[in-house]
């Protein structure tokens, strides 16, 4: 048992909001600011999807381990949904998170879009500044109902492996980054679809900027994600269960590396 000098102190709310905040504002400048300023095929040594992919791969990473320990790393409105849903968020503090996730992504919007209007000639609504959208809007000319199915599903995806990766049975130094490379991953997949969004506030804080056209089809943008979230959130009750009967009988234990180790010398000394 702790004493208690070791018990860990909470962080106080306004710090955890802060956080949240500031964590979804670097995804959106890291983000979106990689779409709107480094990316396009005028834009010399262009990174292209996979530079965009990665750079909403590395916001997280990076804000996870930079914030993570003091908010818990949501910096989106549909993680912190399905952390509700899923009994791993108290559902008392999920208005304040959205709140915060919502100014964060503003402010990251306002600040891509200041930089990019230091280009001669740039138009804000015609940039579009990397917002999500689906038909005409669509990087590809994908439907809503393409759209509506992969922000869903890959939504779904990615809640379940940010409550898989922070299980206590995880390896928990490997978090960060298996969510960040899921969010690659996921950009990777959906970019030409709706240019990615799986977060409601990623989407709302250039919609904010550029209106017309992507605030009309904000709405999808909140309900498909939110929709998968849930489900994900529904599902890992059952999937992440604390049962020692279902216990991982492969290569891939459940059991924390540090304990792995320790596991391995006490059975090495016991022959």
Same mark, same amino acid.
């Given at each position: 048992?702790?004493?208690?000098?070791?018990?860990?102190?909470?962080?106080?709310?306004?710090?955890?909001?802060?956080?949240?905040?500031?964590?979804?504002?670097?995804?959106?400048?890291?983000?979106?600011?990689?779409?709107?300023?480094?990316?396009?095929?005028?834009?010399?040594?262009?990174?292209?999807?996979?530079?965009?992919?990665?750079?909403?791969?590395?916001?997280?990473?990076?804000?996870?381990?930079?914030?993570?320990?003091?908010?818990?790393?949501?910096?989106?409105?549909?993680?912190?949904?399905?952390?509700?849903?899923?009994?791993?968020?108290?559902?008392?503090?999920?208005?304040?998170?959205?709140?915060?996730?919502?100014?964060?992504?503003?402010?990251?919007? +306002?600040?891509?879009?200041?930089?990019?209007?230091?280009?001669?000639?740039?138009?804000?609504?015609?940039?579009?500044?990397?917002?999500?959208?689906?038909? +005409?809007?669509?990087?590809?000319?994908?439907?809503?109902?393409?759209?509506?199915?992969?922000?869903?599903?890959?939504?779904?995806?990615?809640?379940?492996?940010?409550?898989?990766?922070?299980?206590?049975?995880?390896?928990?130094?490997?978090?960060?980054?298996?969510?960040?490379?899921?969010?690659?991953?996921?950009?990777?997949?959906?970019?030409?679809?709706?240019?990615?969004?799986?977060?409601? +506030?990623?989407?709302?804080?250039?919609?904010?900027?550029?209106?017309?056209?992507?605030?009309?089809?904000?709405?999808?943008?909140?309900?498909?994600?939110?929709?998968?979230?849930?489900?994900?959130?529904?599902?890992?009750?059952?999937?992440?269960?604390?049962?020692?009967?279902?216990?991982?009988?492969?290569?891939?234990?459940?059991?924390?590396?540090?304990?792995?180790?320790?596991?391995?010398?006490?059975?090495?000394?016991?022959?």
């Amino acid at each position: 048992m702790m004493t208690a000098p070791d018990r860990p102190r909470p962080i106080a709310a306004a710090r955890r909001l802060a956080a949240e905040a500031f964590g979804t504002f670097w995804l959106v400048v890291g983000g979106c600011g990689a779409a709107v300023l480094a990316a396009g095929g005028n834009v010399p040594g262009s990174i292209g999807l996979l530079g965009v992919a990665l750079a909403f791969g590395l916001t997280v990473f990076t804000m996870a381990f930079a914030v993570g320990f003091i908010s818990g790393g949501h910096f989106n409105p549909a993680v912190s949904v399905g952390l509700v849903v899923a009994g791993r968020f108290p559902a008392r503090d999920l208005p304040g998170y959205i709140v915060a996730q919502l100014v964060g992504a503003t402010l990251g919007a +306002a600040v891509v879009a200041l930089l990019a209007s230091g280009q001669p000639g740039f138009d804000l609504a015609a940039s579009g500044l990397a917002a999500n959208g689906y038909g +005409a809007h669509s990087p590809g000319g994908y439907s809503l109902t393409s759209a509506f199915v992969a922000e869903a599903v890959l939504t779904a995806g990615f809640l379940l492996v940010i409550v898989g990766a922070t299980d206590s049975r995880s390896a928990a130094p490997f978090a960060a980054l298996a969510i960040g490379l899921a969010l690659t991953l996921i950009h990777l997949i959906s970019i030409p679809i709706t240019n990615t969004s799986v977060n409601p +506030a990623r989407s709302t804080g250039p919609a904010l900027l550029v209106g017309g056209w992507a605030l009309s089809q904000l709405w999808l943008f909140w309900i498909a994600p939110l929709s998968g979230a849930v489900v994900a959130g529904l599902a890992s009750r059952w999937l992440f269960a604390h049962n020692r009967q279902d216990q991982s009988p492969g290569p891939i234990s459940d059991m924390p590396i540090e304990r792995m180790v320790d596991h391995d010398r006490r059975a090495e000394a016991a022959r």
